[in-house]
């Protein structure tokens, strides 16, 4: 089955700095990567994703890229926010099955 | 509210008891997830419906857990003989599969918060 790796497993930024967050995973097979934030209490939610078509993607702060031989893919958070303080995850679909990696806590120093 | 819903919010059971949790996904989604969320960690797959077919159920579940997916819709997840490592948040997601190469987001339900005393 699919495995997600994900690293750091925390992350301390100063507000206004960048945030990057790597993930690789194992069967070559997949194919459609999202990745989730998770606040405090809450359910994840999207906030951007990419399939294996595509090299890079960017919405306004948020960016992911992905290398197929490699297979491994990023998260960027530029000009980091107070508000982008929150856990990330990566994730990995083939086929069906959506395998997520353990997580990333983003903290964001004022 | 025409997100992922999931009741119970939260649920205290004694342990040895059984429980039963239900999500209603949104009403086009054909793929609908069971996922268990232990703190500081990712969600761990649990099982998946096509439709009202259960296509996989991971090995980490015990006989203990089942779960169903009558006519397509709605699903249930049951808990037999609870046990304190059980206490955990229990998370649906469902999403549209429009074929080969075409999956959409997965949407998360706000989740089951189980804890066994």
């Known amino acids: 089955g699919e495995n997600v790796e994900q690293h750091p497993s925390t992350l301390s930024v100063q507000e206004g700095d960048s945030a990057v967050i790597k993930c690789t995973y194992s069967d070559s097979a997949s194919n459609y990567f999202p990745w989730y934030k998770q606040e405090l209490g809450k359910r994840p939610q999207l906030i951007i994703d990419?399939?294996?078509?595509?090299g890079e993607k960017k919405d306004q702060r948020i960016a992911v890229t992905l290398n197929k031989t490699a297979k491994h893919f990023s998260l960027h958070i530029t000009e980091t926010q107070p508000e982008d303080s929150a856990v990330y995850f990566c994730a990995a679909i083939n086929d069906y099955k959506l395998s997520f990696g353990a997580g990333t806590t983003v903290t964001v120093r004022a | 509210d025409t997100g992922v819903s999931q009741n119970p919010r939260h649920k205290i059971t004694k342990r040895g008891q059984n429980v039963t949790f239900r999500c209603d996904p949104i009403s086009e989604h054909n793929r609908l997830y069971w996922y268990r969320q232990t703190l500081g960690q990712g969600p761990e797959f649990l099982t998946y419906?096509?439709?009202?077919?259960?296509?996989?159920k991971s090995r980490l579940l015990s006989d203990r857990f089942s779960a169903e997916r009558p006519k397509g819709s709605f699903s249930t997840l049951e808990i037999q003989r609870t046990e304190q490592g059980d206490s955990a948040m229990y998370l649906c997601a469902s999403s549209l599969n429009g074929g080969a190469g075409a999956d959409t987001e997965a949407f998360f339900g706000q989740g089951t918060r189980l804890t066994v005393v």
């Open positions: 990419i399939r294996s078509n595509v």
């Open positions: 419906f096509q439709n009202e077919a259960q296509l996989e």
